[in-house]
């Protein structure tokens, strides 16, 4: 499914084109104002919470949809559109939806509720890093529960920092590093010199 997030020849923005075989050359040529989606089904019920996965407007356009916020489903219409607990709809068409009782690390930044259980088994564990834990342990105002598979091995994986240096960050740390063993090297002659002149002048102080 080719969803238009921007204006393009021939769409609109918000326009789905539904792949079932190759594709123009006309539409790839405008690769750059659409995304790709794989279509599928959830099971909704009232009561249930709702993930939003891509920003947008509700059916009447007056509420602005963020991605990754959780609302209560608190009716679906018979025509397939969801009416949210808050009385916002969202259309039919509108589609980027998920279950929102379970939910990444990244997209559960500046949420927070009283309790969280943290699942990570170790196929996880490459994506594992101390920020991505403080970020999931620190979503519950109460207490954090973590299930894995492997103890030792998540301690391990997140006791490693996910965050990388910028080209300029690097450069300086290059720098820093040859300057600290440059200082190393001065210290370690300058001892030398001073333990040296030390075995000279010692002898005549006993004398």
Known sequence: MIVFHQNAKGFKKGERWEVDGPVP???VAQ??????????TIPLAVGDQLRITSGGKT????????????????????????????????DLQFGHVANGFVTTSVSSQGQ???????????????????EQMYVSASRGRQSA????????????AIQQSSSKMAASEL???DADLAY?????????AKKEREFERE??????LVV
Do not use: C
């Open 31 to 40: 690769a750059n104002r659409f995304a790709v989606f794989r279509p599928k």
């Open 171 to 173: 450069a300086w740390a």
């Open 112 to 130: 927070t509720v009283d309790h969280v259980f943290i699942a990570e088994a170790a196929e996880s564990f490459p994506a594992a890093s101390s």
């Open 145 to 156: 529960q973590i299930y894995t598979d492997q103890k030792e091995a998540l301690r391990d």
């Open 59 to 90: 059916k009447d356009g007056e509420h602005r949809l963020n991605n990754g916020s959780v609302y209560t489903v608190g009716d679906i219409r018979k025509n397939g559109d969801i009416e949210l607990a808050n009385g916002w709809v969202l």
């Open 25 to 27: 050359k006309r539409i």
């Open 199 to 204: 075995e000279v002048i010692t002898p005549e």
């Open 180 to 188: 600290q063993q440059y200082r190393r090297q001065q210290m370690a």
